[in-house]
């Protein structure tokens, strides 16, 4: 009998006057009834609308049946079979604008809570101890991952169960990539990142680490003198943007992928850690995606007294996750909607001692579809703060297309690969945000799932 309640059960969490104060993880996860009970909200669809949502296609139905059945084994192996990273989608992945968006419950009620049970049953997984990983025989082929964020695991998974040997660099000194530098540890457990990383090494995929390709080692060598047949680069979009106005170069203005570098990879939170980290009483971060949620959440729990987010939109163009504005929101984090920056201001001792903003308003819409924001004659205004992070985008860094010959790239840096994910050169295909720019863990791993296909394909017609 299917569960009609019109709401998806709650996700518990810890209260948000305890959570700011530390970088444990804030949902807490279903119990195995409460799970159960939610799968029996979903109605089995014959058309399977949120599969169509899903950028990796995962059986969604056939999953949750199987909780409600209670075999949660036989859940996982079904997302397994489309998902290397279950545990981090179930997290992170925005699925109210993906597979819940096309739920039918959510017609008229709330949708199925799709992405809680994904994370319920890898949890699940990943506490049994006796799960044996089966490793595919080999099929003599050699293929080279550049990156190990969600693209390039998914990729290197992917291929994995193919057979492929495959060996997959990693620049920084732990395996991640955007997982374990920019996403904070009370929304993506680095722990949970570890356990997927080890099923792929279960799986016979190779990591290298502190691996810059470009400067360590070039693709012309990986394909020449090392054998590998095709190589998938999965770098992502690692260099931050800024907004070019005065006062940028003052002491106290981060870019917010090396604040969250320092705070989620390197652990600078922890009083031991060897890393120094700026921690501000009065924290400006501009922007309004979800890394700017991140950064303004950590600048909170660093102990900063007051964190305002400064966005040029209104609150309804907010790039960033509902889920993660009404967390920010509870947490204390001021938002400073219709403003934007035009000077950051020296205090007496020439570091950061405000930020000049102007207000705005919103007038025709642009190229993207949203209205422009239009600056508000005489309406300048200071905000005082000691510290500014700036989170209004990042590029493909530009060291693998200045070592590598004939690899075509767009004017703003993205490699440009077709709908397979091929490159200009051959053997060499690419996905993720290094050829999209920055988007989404869940994009990325629909690109590395892509290219993986397209690989095998390429190989084995070769």
């Known amino acids: ?90 997290r992170v992945c925005p699925q109210e604008s993906q597979c819940e968006k096309y739920c039918v419950r959510g017609i008229k009620t709330e949708p199925v809570g799709i992405g809680r049970l994904e994370r319920f049953v890898a949890d699940w997984h990943n506490a049994q101890e006796d799960v044996q990983v089966v490793k595919p025989s080999p099929n003599g082929h050699k293929v080279a991952v550049i990156g190990s964020g969600p693209a390039g695991l998914t990729c290197a998974g992917d291929l994995a169960k193919k ?4 060996t997959v660099f990693e620049a920084l000194h732990l395996a991640g990539g955007v997982l374990v530098y920019g996403i904070p540890e009370f929304r993506l457990p680095k722990s949970i990142v570890q356990k997927e990383v080890d099923g792929l090494k279960a799986l016979g995929v190779k990591i290298e680490t502190n691996m810059v390709i470009g400067r360590v080692i070039t693709i012309d060598e990986l394909m020449g003198e090392m054998g ?54 009065k924290v400006a971060v501009v922007g309004g995606g979800n890394v700017a949620m991140d950064a303004a959440r950590c600048a909170k729990r660093l102990g900063a007294d007051e964190v305002y987010i400064v966005y040029r939109r209104s609150e309804e163009e907010l790039p960033a996750r509902r889920e993660e504005v009404e967390h920010a929101k509870e947490e204390g984090i001021i938002f400073k909607v219709l403003n934007n920056p035009v000077e950051i201001l020296p205090n007496e001792d020439g570091n950061v001692g405000g930020i000049k903003c102007i207000k705005m308003e919103l007038g025709e819409p642009d190229e993207s579809g949203r209205r422009r924001p239009v600056p508000v004659e005489d309406s300048e205004f200071v905000i005082d703060v000691d510290a500014v992070i700036m989170s209004i985008g990042t590029s493909p860094n530009p060291l693998i297309k200045a070592t590598t010959d004939g690899l075509d790239t767009q004017r703003w840096g993205g490699i440009i690969a077709d709908e397979t ?26 690109a590395g799932k892509t290219a993986a296909a397209g690989i095998d394909e390429y190989i084995q017609n070769k």
């Open 163 to 166: 057979g492929y040997e495959v």
């Open 421 to 446: 994910g091929l490159t200009s050169r051959e053997g060499v295909f690419a996905g993720g945000d290094a050829v999209t720019g920055a988007a989404t863990v869940i994009l990325a791993m629909g």
């Open 228 to 281: 590998f047949e095709a190589v998938f680069i999965g770098s992502g979009a690692g260099l931050p943007r800024f907004m070019n106005i005065p006062g940028e170069n003052l002491n106290g203005v981060f870019s917010a992928n090396e604040f969250l570098t320092r705070t989620n990879l390197m652990k600078a939170y922890k009083d031991d850690a060897t890393t120094p980290i700026v921690k501000a009483k």
């Open 1 to 90: 009998m299917p569960n009609m309640s019109p709401k998806k059960n709650e996700m518990p969490s810890q209260a948000p006057d305890v959570r700011n104060k530390n970088f444990l993880e804030v949902a807490l996860g279903y119990t195995q009834e409460v799970a159960v009970d939610e799968a029996q909200r979903c109605l089995n669809c014959k058309n399977r609308p949120c599969v169509k949502g899903c950028p990796v296609n995962i059986q969604i139905p056939d999953f949750i049946r199987e909780i409600a059945n209670g075999d949660f084994a036989k859940a996982y192996d079904i997302i397994s079979e489309s998902s290397s990273l279950p545990a981090v989608c179930g």
